[in-house]
């Protein structure tokens, strides 16, 4: 399954990303937009998720719209899920210890494409296989 090195080496693979440390969490911008970043759960999605809260590492990732948010939602609710804070928000959270490294590299992926500037990933579009 997929750790933090996983997440930074796979981030850090796309053209013109950053990793970027704020308030003690990493996350990882293209444009200076986040694409994917560190979220520890806060009190409130703890009292939110109850005993369903997961107690490993979080990640959370950019997607394209809220349908497919809700198709990751529906797809694997062992490793993807959310929270209230992020109802109506284009993003999924990520039981990171419950993800193959494979599947991490096409949520990341997917998740820069969403952010990258049209031109950047149109470029980098047309350079993959």
Same mark, same amino acid.
């Given at each position: 399954?997929?750790?933090?090195?996983?997440?930074?080496?796979?981030?850090?693979?796309? !053209?013109?990303?950053?990793?970027?440390?704020?308030r003690?969490?990493?996350?990882?911008?293209?444009?200076?937009?986040?694409?994917?970043?560190?979220?520890?759960?806060?009190?409130?999605?703890?009292?939110?998720?109850?005993?369903?809260?997961?107690?490993?590492?979080?990640?959370?990732?950019?997607?394209a719209?809220?349908?497919?948010?809700?198709?990751?939602l529906a797809?694997?609710?062992?490793? @993807?899920?959310?929270?209230?804070?992020?109802?109506? @928000?284009?993003?999924?959270?990520?039981?990171?210890?419950?993800? !193959?490294?494979?599947?991490?590299?096409?949520?990341?992926?997917?998740?820069?494409?969403?952010?990258?500037?049209k031109?950047?990933?149109?470029? @980098?579009?047309?350079?993959? !296989?």
């Amino acid at each position: 399954m997929a750790s933090w090195e996983d997440v930074r080496r796979l981030a850090m693979a796309l !053209p013109e990303t950053a990793e970027v440390t704020s308030r003690e969490t990493l996350s990882w911008t293209v444009n200076k937009k986040g694409f994917v970043w560190e979220r520890p759960l806060r009190r409130s999605d703890l009292q939110a998720l109850g005993d369903q809260a997961p107690d490993g590492p979080i990640l959370a990732a950019q997607v394209a719209d809220l349908t497919v948010k809700e198709a990751f939602l529906a797809d694997d609710p062992e490793v @993807y899920f959310t929270t209230p804070h992020f109802n109506g @928000y284009a993003a999924i959270l990520i039981r990171l210890d419950r993800i !193959p490294v494979e599947e991490l590299a096409e949520v990341i992926t997917d998740a820069w494409l969403c952010r990258a500037p049209k031109r950047l990933a149109k470029a @980098y579009l047309d350079i993959q !296989p």
